[in-house]
């Protein structure tokens, strides 16, 4: 459970800058809950900032789950919902986010902007049927 608490809040945590949120641009389009839906449940979202890969989540069938693996290898679970067109995922806190069509690009818009102002944008760029597991590999 600490190795979980630490995973959280040194991966996911993203320090706020006051209560300033990304907001989707004029050409963003928001992805309906409905139709984020039948885009990945059962399925693994991979997840890139700036091309290089972020992680991947598995949204689990017939509840509101999700496993996430951040690029390092470590992995928790959290409940999500969708309200007024944003997503939220509870780790250790509330991680909320619009999903949105930019073109033909898939992009998820962090609610709250790091102190260093940079955008952590994350692109969509593969949804898989396949889940994975986060359980430790054989060792000899």
């Given at each position: 459970?600490?190795?979980?608490?630490?995973?959280?809040?040194?991966?996911?945590?993203?320090?706020?800058?006051?209560?300033?949120?990304?907001?989707?641009?004029?050409?963003?389009?928001?992805?309906?809950?409905?139709?984020?839906?039948a885009m990945t449940t059962g399925r693994t979202v991979y997840y890139y900032i700036d091309?290089?890969?972020?992680?991947?989540?598995?949204?689990?069938?017939?509840?509101?789950?999700?496993?996430?693996?951040?690029?390092?290898?470590?992995?928790?679970?959290?409940?999500?919902?969708?309200?007024?067109?944003?997503?939220?995922?509870?780790?250790?806190?509330?991680?909320c986010f619009a999903h949105v069509r930019r073109g033909e690009r898939i992009m998820i818009?962090?609610q709250s902007v790091p102190e260093d102002g940079l955008s952590n944008e994350q692109e969509?760029?593969?949804?898989?049927?396949?889940?994975?597991?986060?359980?430790?590999?054989?060792?000899?």
């Open positions: 459970m600490l190795r979980a608490a630490i995973l959280i809040t040194i991966v996911l945590a993203q320090p706020l800058s006051g209560l300033a949120a990304d907001e989707p641009g004029p050409t963003d389009e928001p992805i309906p809950l409905a139709e984020w839906r091309g290089t890969f972020f992680g991947r989540e598995f949204y689990w069938p017939e509840r509101d789950v999700v496993t996430f693996q951040h690029a390092s290898g470590q992995c928790s679970d959290a409940q999500w919902d969708y309200n007024e067109g944003v997503y939220c995922f509870y780790f250790d806190r509330a991680h818009i962090p969509v760029l593969q949804i898989t049927q396949a889940s994975f597991s986060c359980a430790p590999g054989l060792s000899s």
